[in-house]
């Protein structure tokens, strides 16, 4: 991912003080570290100072942090982004105001606890007059992205440091503060500057946004396919034509000052007019603009309006809903209030609709929904990472219903389940003839459907290699070409990917776009199975309150051990399926026991004992048999009453486990029930795939990769 990043930052032509090939030093740098100690001994430091232990007082210190909350509200979305991609390497992100203290750190536990060694955590100044040479401090002197590694430290005792640090800008020029990342300066690595600055670059422009949040903004770039990225130069344009701020990368590119910049109208820069941008851009179907400098060097140009809904400037052709889009679209868009579904409802005031829906007591989904609540609203794409049937589609609806967009389309597209040759159609349509069994007035695709609300991409992994470049263009440009048209169509949308697989396997392999994914790579979260979670008594309560809602049943004590036993290949998907089967056969009864379960999953869970048994699988069922929320009670959607989930009973102890069977994966356990399944429906896969709950594209595909193995 970074490599990537960092060809692309380099055309920005920005020069930023790094030593080349760290650790190995060269003559300049040399030179240049030479400089920064003398700055430090003429400040009165001395090499061998002791760590200052001495931090902000309590009050100070959240003193300094409301003073600078509006920087830490932007940072942070961005920090617990950037610490995805650095995890495990013995690091930690710090964010440091205009003055060199620390307001807020994150990072390895075990890194952490070394770092407060040489007093690195919150509170603390680390401006160059305190700490000497250091990547913060010197970013902040220095006012460029900075790289102090090792022994460049001017303080011996932070030699077993290597800093990155990178200064932020508000669009005027003015510094906020400073995003550092810090490791052991045994495990540099070359690529974090370019992480580090491209993070310093969303906060700059999420702080842009909020600045001017009802001015015209001008995307550009030299280069049409950069507008849209972290590359493109943004300026904001007054109503009388004045050049009003920018962001770095357009100070980078038009190789001016701030303050110089904003000498400047859209007349003296570009030579065009307020005006003329408007006519240009209130075309049905817009291009970028090309517009050049006073020094003949081009650029390309989209026009956009931050607003709270983030629409264009002027509305594009297609703004409101789609009123002859395909069944399939006006189901994605059908409020459905079942947790297996993978639908929220968005109707108003619903019970089954938003992220807090979504948590149920076990701490890997709180902390997932809660990381998801900071980057809403803030134009960072979302990945979604879980096996089949966790309930990937139920947290992109909900996020879409959390949202500014929430009265948009919400348009779901599975690209495992769309035949490759009709994929590219159904996604960017299609006009009249443009192949053989085209509907006559041809159709409008999904992207059009979705827009000024979201797009789902589920199982993105399974798109072909040749759509997934056409899809990245579209989502760069914001346009989208139907088949057989010469015109695009400009579109607003949020799009949200997901997917079982590996993606960065598949880079490797050379079956996924690396550009595509950083693309959709913003905030990555991880759906975990359902036997990996300790809230199964809740998820399975909230499932029986939504197929139920008037005299739900209650689950006995002998089927809810027999379900924390079981590893759940289906997943959330699965569980829904038996309960929705169990709530019919125990109609009038107000328990749900052994009887009332599907012979075919009894004999399921009978086959896939001596799997469950296995030592691996022992800590997920024991988390399962305690409740998440033992004392915390479920309102009753009719009634509004409490009611509390009897979780307390725990299965009887399982017996030995054979060596043969506890060598066994699950993945191998996971292959041997889709197969006892098709063998019990005389080989139909139809049937078993509704048995098993999971699709019959899923059960063709593992059965594949079998075979492949």
């Known amino acids: 991912m970074v490599e990537s990043h960092q060809r692309a930052l380099a055309t920005t032509g920005r020069t930023w003080t790094t030593p080349a090939a760290l650790p190995f030093p060269q003559p300049q740098r040399t030179e240049l570290i030479q400089q920064w100690h003398q700055r430090c001994s003429a400040l009165g430091l001395t090499r061998v100072e002791r760590p200052d232990f001495e931090p902000l007082m309590r009050g100070d210190l959240a003193v300094a942090r409301e003073r600078n909350q509006r920087l830490f509200t932007h940072a942070a979305p961005v920090m617990e982004m950037l610490f995805e991609q650095i995890v495990d390497t013995e690091s930690m992100i710090v964010l440091a105001d205009v003055t060199g203290t620390i307001l807020h750190s994150v990072g390895d536990d075990k890194f952490l606890q070394r770092a407060d060694k040489v007093a690195l955590s919150p509170g603390v100044n680390w401006a160059e007059h305190s700490k000497g040479t250091n990547a913060i401090g010197t970013a902040l002197f220095e006012e460029t992205p900075t790289v102090v590694h090792g022994g460049e430290h001017f303080i011996h005792a932070n030699n077993f440091l290597t800093c990155s640090a990178a200064p932020i800008f508000d669009p005027r020029g003015n510094m906020l503060g400073v995003l550092d990342v810090t490791g052991d300066q045994r495990s540099?690595?070359?690529?974090?500057?370019?992480?580090?600055?491209?993070?310093?670059?969303?906060?700059?422009?999420?702080?842009?946004?909020?600045?001017?949040g009802n001015r015209l903004r001008l995307h550009f770039h030299s280069r049409v396919e950069f507008i849209g990225t972290l590359l493109e130069g943004i300026i904001v344009v007054g109503v009388d034509g004045k050049i009003l701020g920018a962001n770095r990368s357009a100070l980078d590119q038009l190789d001016m000052s701030s303050a110089a910049l904003r000498m400047h109208s859209l007349t003296s820069l570009f030579g065009i007019t307020a005006p003329a941008v408007f006519d240009h851009f209130r075309a049905p179907l817009p291009t970028p603009m090309a517009v050049s400098l006073a020094s003949g060097r081009q650029f390309h140009v989209s026009a956009r309006f931050n607003g709270p809904q983030r629409s264009m400037v002027l509305k594009p052709l297609f703004s409101q809903t789609v009123t002859d889009a395909s069944p399939a679209a006006d189901a994605a868009r059908q409020p459905v209030a079942t947790l297996a579904g993978g639908a929220a409802q968005c109707a108003q005031g619903t019970l089954f609709s938003g992220l807090h829906y979504l948590n149920t007591g076990d701490p890997q989904i709180a902390a997932m929904v809660q990381k998801v609540q900071r980057v809403i609203n803030r134009d960072i794409p979302l990945l979604i990472l879980g096996e089949t049937g966790t309930g990937k589609e139920l947290l992109a609806r909900a996020v879409h219903?959390?949202?500014?967009?929430?009265?948009?389309?919400?348009?779901?597209?599975?690209?495992?389940?769309?035949?490759?040759?009709?994929?590219?159609?159904?996604?960017?349509?299609?006009?009249?003839?443009?192949?053989?069994?085209?509907?006559?007035?041809?159709?409008?695709?999904?992207?059009?459907?979705?827009?000024?609300?979201?797009?789902?991409?589920?199982?993105?992994?399974?798109?072909?290699?040749?759509?997934q470049a056409r899809l990245l263009r579209a989502l760069q440009e914001r346009n989208v070409t139907p088949l057989g048209s010469l015109k695009s169509i400009p579109v607003d949308i949020a799009v949200i990917g997901a997917t079982h697989r590996n993606l960065r396997d598949m880079i490797e392999a050379g079956t996924f776009r690396e550009d595509l994914y950083y693309r959709l790579n913003g905030l990555v979260v991880r759906l975990p199975a359902l036997r990996e979670r300790c809230d199964l008594g809740v998820v399975a309560r909230r499932i029986l309150l939504s197929e139920c809602p008037h005299g739900t049943p209650e689950i006995s004590a002998a089927v809810m051990a027999l379900f924390n036993a079981y590893a759940w290949p289906g997943n959330v998907r699965q569980l829904a399926n038996v309960l929705r089967t169990a709530v019919v056969m125990a109609a009038g009864e107000g328990q749900i026991a052994e009887q009332h379960l599907s012979d075919d999953f009894l004999e399921d869970v009978r086959r896939a004992r001596p799997a469950m048994e296995t030592p691996s699988a022992m800590p997920a069922m024991a988390a399962r048999t305690a409740p998440p929320v033992a004392d915390a009670p479920l309102a009753h959607p009719a009634t509004g009453a409490d009611r509390p989930i009897d979780a307390s009973n725990t299965p009887a102890p399982l017996p030995a486990v054979p060596e043969a069977a506890a060598l066994r994966t699950l993945g191998e356990a996971e292959i041997d029930m889709i197969r006892s399944a098709l063998s019990a429906a005389n080989g139909n896969i139809s049937v078993a795939s509704k048995r098993l709950g999971i699709s019959r594209n899923t059960i063709y595909r593992k059965l594949r990769w079998t075979k492949g193995d």
């Open 401 to 467: 219903q959390d949202s500014n967009r929430a009265k948009q389309p919400f348009v779901a597209v599975n690209c495992a389940s769309i035949p490759e040759s009709l994929i590219e159609a159904e996604l960017f349509g299609y006009e009249d003839g443009a192949f053989t069994g085209a509907r006559r007035k041809g159709s409008v695709g999904r992207i059009v459907q979705a827009n000024g609300g979201t797009l789902f991409l589920d199982e993105i992994g399974d798109m072909p290699l040749a759509l």
């Open 188 to 212: 540099y690595h070359q690529h974090t500057m370019g992480l580090v600055r491209m993070s310093a670059r969303m906060i700059e422009n999420q702080w842009l946004s909020d600045d001017y």
